[in-house]
């Protein structure tokens, strides 16, 4: 199922082939129902294990090579299209985010991942790791498959188990592992943020409304991402900026107004400042680049 933002199309969670389940497993090789070669973007996450195959994954503007190994996750609401060979061969787990909601350690290291999306979209394991995780997909089937009780719960478990390996596979801060549930508060701020970040431009909005200081809030943000406040909200209002520029016909400003800005000068003032190129520049290299 979709439905339209502009003209960027938002795939939405079916579960009418998935047991009733906001969860899904499927071949890399399936019909998605829709080109996913063309540009789009989900309400749910994806997790693509590639065991075969070349060509490219262009997630929010950065292109990745599919190779076998390779491991991408996308998260909702990004845009991405994949442009595989026909021999391409691997699986796609599908969960929306209340498959994950009772598992508050899931949702932790989930938010983790998510505060570090510009390092976290994509890794290539050796087969002996790639493996390890890939073979957790049979054990979820299973699970499936074998259970006449309710099997979420071991089902959550594996997906943890997965990015858990995931996580450690990356590499990020190494003191996250071990400190996840304490990065609450910069998960709390990055959803609000996903929420209202076009409503909201200024870092105490949103210290106010998480009931913390706005020096508290800084202090999260550069300990789990090496930013202030306003540099993640500003990069978020740039890259909303961006895919509506590569994927709309809007012009630049009727993106303006979507972006809460009142005078359509000031926002392109403050895309070329933060990106280097006009709104007309941006969008004809990224024509030329992504399409």
């Known amino acids: 199922?979709?439905?339209?933002?502009?003209i960027i199309p938002?795939?939405?969670?079916?579960?009418?082939?998935?047991?009733?389940?906001?969860?899904?497993?499927?071949?890399?090789?399936?019909?998605?129902?829709?080109?996913?070669?063309?540009?789009?973007r989900h309400n749910y996450y994806?997790?693509?294990?590639?065991?075969?195959?070349?060509?490219?994954?262009?997630?929010?503007?950065?292109?990745?090579?599919?190779?076998?190994?390779?491991?991408?996750?996308v998260f909702p609401g990004q845009i991405h299209k994949l442009n595989r060979s026909q021999d391409s061969k691997g699986k796609v787990v599908t969960f929306t985010e209340n498959f994950v909601l009772p598992s508050q350690d899931l949702i932790d290291l989930i938010n983790n991942l998510g505060a570090h999306?510009?390092?976290?979209?994509?890794?290539v394991l050796n087969p002996v790791e790639f493996y390890k995780i890939y073979n957790l997909i049979d054990h979820i089937n299973n699970e499936i498959n074998g259970c006449n009780l309710d099997c979420?719960?071991?089902?959550?478990?594996?997906?943890?188990?997965?990015?858990?390996?995931?996580?450690?596979?990356?590499?990020?801060?190494?003191?996250?592992?071990?400190?996840?549930?304490?990065?609450?508060?910069?998960?709390?701020?990055?959803?609000?943020l996903e929420a209202k970040f076009k409503e909201?431009?200024?870092?105490?909005?949103?210290?106010?409304?998480?009931?913390?200081?706005?020096?508290?809030?800084?202090?999260?943000?550069?300990?789990?991402?090496?930013?202030?406040?306003?540099?993640?909200?500003r990069e978020r209002i740039i890259l909303e900026a961006k895919r509506l520029l590569f994927n709309t016909d809007l012009m630049s400003k009727e993106i303006a107004y979507q972006?809460?800005?009142?005078?359509?000068?000031?926002?392109?003032?403050?895309?070329?400042?933060?990106?280097?190129l006009s709104v007309k520049e941006y969008r004809e290299e990224s024509q030329k680049r992504f399409r």
């Not at 943890?160 to 910069?186: A, P, T």
Request: with cysteine; aromatic share 14%.
């Open 1 to 6: 199922m979709s439905t339209p933002e502009n």
């Open 10 to 40: 938002v795939h939405l969670f079916d579960d009418a082939d998935s047991l009733g389940m906001p969860f899904k497993i499927e071949g890399l090789e399936v019909s998605a129902g829709y080109p996913s070669n063309t540009a789009h």
């Open 46 to 73: 994806e997790v693509f294990l590639f065991e075969q195959g070349t060509g490219e994954h262009i997630i929010d503007f950065t292109p990745y090579s599919i190779q076998p190994g390779c491991v991408h996750i």
């Open 117 to 123: 999306k510009d390092t976290a979209e994509t890794i």
């Open 152 to 192: 979420t719960p071991a089902i959550r478990s594996y997906i943890y188990i997965i990015l858990y390996k995931y996580y450690l596979q990356k590499g990020i801060q190494k003191d996250d592992l071990n400190n996840i549930s304490e990065g609450r508060l910069f998960s709390k701020f990055k959803k609000m």
């Open 200 to 233: 909201w431009h200024m870092p105490g909005q949103y210290a106010e409304a998480l009931n913390t200081s706005l020096k508290v809030l800084n202090n999260e943000c550069t300990h789990y991402s090496a930013k202030h406040a306003s540099d993640i909200i």
């Open 259 to 276: 972006l809460n800005f009142e005078d359509p000068a000031h926002f392109s003032k403050f895309f070329k400042q933060y990106t280097g």
